[in-house]
């Protein structure tokens, strides 16, 4: 592998920036190269997978990860993060399309990625991360649901409903339909269930010598197989032969659409969800990895381009994917050139190998779906939040899941927020947090801010900005003395704060206070 990393290493180098080629001649291509191949085969099956569950075919979500590896890849703000087609957006998409048609998905996209672009210059990253824990994980777990309800259906070759609640209400006709055996759906099943015990068995049991192969990748693996020697009638994945010939510049007249209300608010709620969506997965790989920390801004605005070029070629939404990114971690990655190199391998195989697509069951990728639905809408996260920040907190994020389900994913959102700041409410009573610092202590060579007031999530960013001054090494104290309130959202990030700089070898103390903020503070940081 070394050997071969070689000579990939001075090609590449010609079309990376000079930070990136310096990194590929100290040898770290040595690492990337294999952390490639590792994503490449756990993008592969997500990125058609996506696009079904969007209600497109799936060569688009192929274009979306070709994009976000190749040209989202270059320009990151998170070098390690993967960008692609995201679940998040499926549910979304799949609406939109059932409403609007495929045509109108690109103009809409392209908009998307301008007001990201926006974002990005006006530097609000950081806003992005002050969204509550409960809205996001409540978001998720409400897309899981959805993800589900709709592949169980693709699971016995059906075509999902319109809506989370539709596709529930359908589950029992589904049911009859299977046992009265109705086409060829105990062999649509039968795909799926192999698919998705392989999946799950090989993730439990396999080897640390096979570690590399992917758990989604041998299920849609087995599934195949599954289907070829029974010789199967079930579908199959519809790749047209000539994949790149078909993509065609939208209309004017799709252009001209873009002055309607409904598909402006449509693309300002895509680049909101992949926003958030992108920049939490961004601080959750920052978690993984001792290298570079991410550039918020320079994120979004990375974002804003993959989604314009998206928009462009007929591709689907896309965000940075946490199952992807944080596969490239594990696997060894050092720089952004594994990224690079995983889109660059999607084009090779869209190019050389595109008839193996064709033997794809429909079923099989609907397995690996209802296993990633499965532990979006995992309610760990929910009890975590319980465990840590009582009932309230809990509370918003189950009514955000289920507005998710029963309403639709912007209402969802929405109603988390509005329950954030319901919750917020009786603590900006207390007055706005003041940060200072401590002049005797850091006469002394400490480093100490003083926290005072209600700290919540509408102050998170200026409080982000203060912590992330601080010097690296050494102690680092938080003073608690006339702290009132610390909410959730800002315990959170402390926490994360507190593990980065612990990598770095700064001690962080809780210090001067009693009473419940000072207590759960003291938690989060003893908990590093």
């Given at each position: 592998?070394?050997?071969?990393?070689?000579?990939?290493?001075?090609?590449?180098?010609?079309?990376?920036?000079?930070?990136?080629?310096?990194n590929?001649?100290?040898?770290?291509?040595?690492?990337?190269?294999?952390?490639?191949?590792?994503?490449?085969?756990?993008?592969l099956?997500?990125c058609?997978?996506?696009?079904?569950?969007?209600?497109?075919?799936p060569?688009?979500?192929?274009?979306?990860?070709?994009?976000?590896?190749?040209?989202v890849?270059l320009?990151?703000?998170?070098?390690?993060?993967?960008?692609?087609p995201?679940?998040?957006?499926?549910v979304?998409?799949?609406?939109?399309?059932r409403?609007?048609?495929?045509?109108?998905?690109?103009?809409?996209?392209?908009?998307?990625g301008?007001?990201?672009?926006?974002?990005?210059?006006?530097?609000?990253?950081?806003?992005?991360?002050?969204?509550?824990?409960?809205?996001?994980?409540?978001?998720?777990?409400?897309?899981?649901?959805?993800?589900?309800?709709?592949?169980?259906?693709?699971?016995t070759d059906?075509?999902?409903?319109?809506?989370?609640?539709?596709?529930?209400?359908?589950?029992?006709?589904?049911?009859f339909?299977?046992?009265?055996g109705?086409?060829?759906?105990?062999?649509?099943?039968?795909?799926?269930?192999?698919?998705?015990?392989?999946?799950?068995?090989?993730?439990?049991?396999?080897?640390?010598?096979?570690r590399?192969?992917?758990?989604?990748?041998?299920?849609?693996?087995?599934?195949?197989?599954v289907?070829t020697?029974?010789?199967?009638?079930?579908?199959?994945?519809?790749?047209?032969?000539?994949?790149?010939?078909?993509?065609?510049?939208?209309?004017?007249?799709?252009?001209?659409?873009?002055?309607?209300?409904?598909?402006?608010?449509?693309?300002?709620?895509?680049?909101?969800?992949?926003?958030?969506?992108?920049?939490?997965?961004?601080?959750?790989?920052?978690?993984?990895h001792d290298?570079?920390?991410?550039?918020?801004?320079?994120?979004?605005?990375a974002?804003g381009?993959?989604?314009?070029?998206?928009?462009?070629?007929?591709?689907?939404?896309?965000?940075?994917?946490?199952?992807?990114?944080?596969?490239?971690?594990?696997?060894?990655?050092?720089t952004?050139a594994?990224?690079?190199l995983h889109g660059?391998?999607?084009?090779?195989?869209?190019?050389?190998?595109?008839?193996?697509?064709?033997?794809?069951?429909?079923?099989?990728?609907?397995g690996?779906?209802?296993?990633?639905?499965?532990r979006?809408?995992?309610?760990?996260?929910?009890?975590?939040?319980?465990?840590?920040?009582?009932?309230?907190?809990a509370?918003?994020?189950?009514?955000?899941?289920?507005?998710?389900?029963?309403v639709d994913?912007?209402?969802?959102?929405?109603?988390?927020l509005?329950?954030?700041?319901?919750?917020?409410?009786?603590?900006?009573?207390?007055?706005?947090?003041?940060i200072?610092?401590?002049a005797?202590?850091?006469?002394a060579?400490?480093?100490e801010?003083?926290?005072?007031?209600?700290?919540?999530?509408?102050?998170?960013?200026?409080?982000?900005?203060?912590?992330?001054?601080?010097?690296?090494?050494?102690?680092?104290?938080?003073?608690?003395h006339?702290?009132?309130?610390?909410?959730?959202?800002?315990?959170?990030?402390?926490?994360?704060?507190?593990?980065r700089?612990?990598?770095?070898?700064t001690?962080?103390?809780?210090?001067?206070?009693?009473?419940?903020?000072?207590r759960k503070?003291?938690?989060?940081?003893?908990?590093?």
């Amino acid at each position: 592998m070394q050997a071969l990393s070689r000579p990939l290493s001075r090609s590449l180098s010609r079309f990376l920036p000079a930070g990136a080629r310096a990194n590929l001649a100290r040898g770290n291509l040595a690492s990337d190269l294999p952390a490639s191949v590792v994503v490449f085969l756990v993008a592969l099956p997500l990125c058609m997978g996506i696009a079904i569950a969007s209600g497109v075919p799936p060569e688009r979500g192929l274009i979306t990860g070709i994009v976000g590896g190749i040209v989202v890849g270059l320009i990151a703000g998170s070098p390690l993060q993967v960008s692609g087609p995201a679940a998040g957006l499926a549910v979304i998409v799949f609406e939109f399309v059932r409403q609007h048609g495929l045509d109108v998905l690109g103009p809409v996209l392209v908009l998307a990625g301008a007001f990201q672009l926006l974002f990005g210059a006006l530097r609000v990253g950081g806003w992005f991360r002050a969204i509550s824990p409960a809205v996001v994980h409540g978001m998720l777990a409400g897309i899981g649901v959805l993800i589900v309800l709709a592949q169980i259906h693709v699971l016995t070759d059906a075509m999902p409903q319109a809506s989370g609640l539709d596709n529930l209400v359908a589950i029992p006709a589904a049911f009859f339909n299977f046992v009265s055996g109705e086409g060829n759906r105990f062999g649509a099943v039968a795909v799926g269930l192999a698919t998705i015990v392989a999946m799950i068995g090989w993730e439990r049991l396999r080897p640390a010598s096979l570690r590399v192969l992917p758990g989604a990748l041998v299920g849609v693996l087995a599934g195949t197989l599954v289907a070829t020697l029974g010789a199967m009638d079930v579908k199959r994945v519809e790749v047209p032969d000539a994949i790149l010939a078909s993509i065609a510049l939208p209309t004017a007249e799709l252009w001209g659409r873009l002055a309607e209300p409904t598909l402006i608010v449509m693309a300002l709620t895509i680049a909101v969800i992949a926003s958030a969506e992108s920049l939490l997965s961004a601080a959750a790989v920052d978690r993984m990895h001792d290298g570079p920390r991410t550039q918020y801004n320079r994120e979004l605005g990375a974002q804003g381009v993959g989604n314009v070029i998206c928009g462009f070629l007929g591709g689907l939404p896309m965000t940075g994917v946490i199952v992807r990114s944080s596969a490239n971690v594990q696997s060894g990655a050092k720089t952004r050139a594994s990224t690079v190199l995983h889109g660059t391998w999607i084009l090779a195989f869209l190019l050389l190998l595109p008839f193996v697509l064709k033997l794809v069951p429909t079923a099989a990728l609907a397995g690996i779906l209802v296993v990633t639905g499965w532990r979006l809408a995992s309610p760990a996260h929910a009890l975590h939040l319980h465990e840590r920040y009582g009932l309230v907190t809990a509370g918003i994020w189950l009514a955000t899941l289920l507005t998710v389900v029963l309403v639709d994913l912007l209402s969802g959102v929405l109603t988390g927020l509005a329950l954030s700041l319901v919750q917020a409410i009786p603590a900006l009573r207390k007055g706005p947090l003041k940060i200072e610092h401590a002049a005797a202590a850091e006469r002394a060579g400490v480093p100490e801010l003083r926290l005072s007031g209600a700290a919540t999530f509408l102050q998170l960013p200026r409080l982000t900005e203060a912590l992330e001054k601080t010097p690296v090494g050494g102690e680092v104290r938080l003073s608690t003395h006339r702290l009132a309130h610390i909410d959730h959202t800002c315990l959170e990030m402390i926490e994360d704060w507190a593990n980065r700089r612990a990598a770095d070898g700064t001690r962080v103390a809780v210090v001067g206070g009693s009473g419940t903020p000072h207590r759960k503070l003291a938690e989060a940081v003893a908990a590093v």
